[in-house]
C-alpha cells in the first residue's frame, strides 16, 4: 500500500536554484524519512524527522514535517548538476515498515 | 558505513525456472527486507523479516518465498518465475528500534523471457 504522495512527479531547474518537494501521507506516524535514488541504483537515506520534530537541517536540506497537514517537504538550496535522481518520502509507521511514496524526479541542468 | 550487497546486479532468467536473489549485510542488523520496484508503481515490499528464521508476508508476497538462516543474509526466492516478476528488486536492512534508517543494495535488475 503507497501511503506517501509526492508532488511534482518531475521537477527540472537550473543548477543554482533552489528544488523543493512535496510530500503527503494518510495516517499517523513515527517518523518521516527521504531517500534519494540515482538512476539504476539503490536507495541512499539523506534525512530522518520524528514526529514531534518540525524542521530538521543537514548540509543543503532542509525538511519541515506538519503532522497535523500530515505533509512533508524537503528543500534542496543551491542545487548542483549531481543533485539530479529521484527523490522518495518514507513513513515509518506501526510494525517496523517503511511506505515509500512514487517519488520525484529531480532534473538540475547545467 | 553499512554495506548491503545484492549478488547480482543484471540477471536474465527463463519463465518457470527457480530464481535466487542473494542479500548479506555486515552490520549485524535485525531487520531486512526485499522490495520490488516498477515504473508508476514505486516501491513494493515483497517480504520482511525480524530475525532469523522469521518472516513476514509484504504487500506483494505471491510468487515469492524468503529464506534467512543467518542473520547477515537474506535471499528471494521466485518460486516458478513468470514475466510479470520482471523488475527492479531491492534489498535493504535496519537495525532494531525507533528511528532507524534503512539501507539498501544496489540492487538487482531481473528480466525474465
Known amino acids: 500500500s503507497q501511503q506517501g504522495e509526492e508532488d511534482p512527479q518531475a521537477l527540472s531547474i537550473q543548477e543554482g536554484e533552489n528544488a523543493t518537494m512535496n510530500c503527503s501521507y494518510k495516517?499517523?506516524?513515527?517518523?518521516l524519512q527521504w531517500y534519494r535514488q540515482n538512476s539504476g541504483r539503490g536507495l541512499v537515506h539523506l534525512i530522518l524527522?520524528?514526529?514531534?520534530?518540525r524542521e530538521k537541517h543537514s548540509g543543503r536540506l532542509r525538511v519541515t514535517l506538519d503532522t497535523s497537514k500530515k505533509s512533508s517537504s524537503l528543500l534542496i538550496t543551491a542545487s548542483r548538476a549531481a543533485d539530479t535522481a529521484s527523490y522518495f518520502c518514507?513513513?515509518?509507521?506501526?510494525?517496523?515498515?517503511?511506505?515509500f511514496g512514487q517519488g520525484t524526479e529531480l532534473s538540475v541542468k547545467p | 558505513d553499512v554495506k548491503v550487497t545484492q549478488s547480482s546486479r543484471y540477471l536474465v532468467k527463463r519463465t518457470g525456472e527457480k530464481v535466487f536473489l542473494e542479500c548479506v549485510q555486515d552490520?549485524?542488523?535485525?531487520?531486512m527486507f526485499w522490495y520490488r520496484q516498477d515504473p508508476g508503481l514505486g516501491l513494493r515490499l515483497i517480504y520482511f523479516?525480524?530475525?532469523?528464521?522469521?518472516?513476514e508476508k509484504g504487500d506483494i508476497p505471491e510468487g515469492y518465498s524468503v529464506s534467512r538462516e543467518k542473520k547477515e543474509r537474506f535471499s528471494l526466492i521466485l518460486e516458478s518465475a513468470s514475466t510479470n516478476q520482471t523488475s527492479m528488486y531491492l534489498c535493504?536492512?535496519?537495525?532494531?528500534?525507533?528511528?532507524?534508517?534503512?539501507?539498501f543494495g544496489d540492487g538487482t535488475r531481473l528480466s525474465i523471457l
Open positions: 535493504a536492512s535496519r537495525p532494531q528500534g525507533f528511528h532507524q534508517p534503512q539501507h
Open positions: 495516517t499517523s506516524i513515527n517518523n
Open positions: 524527522i520524528r514526529s514531534n520534530e
Open positions: 518514507a513513513t515509518d509507521g506501526q510494525g517496523g515498515k517503511l511506505i
Open positions: 552490520m549485524d542488523h535485525e531487520n
Open positions: 523479516s525480524y530475525d532469523v528464521k522469521m518472516k
